[in-house]
């Protein structure tokens, strides 16, 4: 069973910046992504930031120009690094891998990691 674990939640105040990390217990080599995404009581889960082997990154428009996703693939790690970070902001965060394996594609995902973002 893989499972990924995730670091760096917390409270922090408007304007300020966190960064989150996720490791999974294995690694995929090819074929994957790797991504961050959130979820509030309100609002369904939703991607913040992937990265994937193909080379392809993916942001949220909510996000862009104050979040970058960073890692490395052939570890199975990825980082997301959030500056100017706004109340709405507030969620709990879940490091995501999708594998695809031929015709099939395995999800796992991490326990979510709280970020408050609060003066």
């Known amino acids: 069973q893989v499972q990924l674990v995730e670091s760096g939640g917390g409270l922090v105040q408007p304007g300020g910046s966190l960064r989150l990390a996720c490791r999974a217990s294995r690694r995929f080599m090819k074929d994957y992504s790797m991504g961050w995404y959130r979820q509030t009581p309100e609002l369904a889960r939703e991607l913040v930031a992937s990265m994937s082997t193909d080379g392809t990154t993916n942001y949220a428009d909510s996000i862009k120009g104050r979040f970058t996703i960073s890692g490395d693939l052939v570890q199975s790690t990825v980082d997301l690094q959030m500056n100017s970070l706004r109340p709405e902001d507030t969620a709990v965060y879940y490091c995501?891998?999708?594998?695809?394996?031929?015709?099939?594609?395995?999800?796992?995902w991490g326990d979510g990691t709280q970020v408050t973002v609060s003066s």
């Open positions: 995501k891998v999708e594998h695809r394996v031929g015709d099939f594609r395995f999800d796992y």
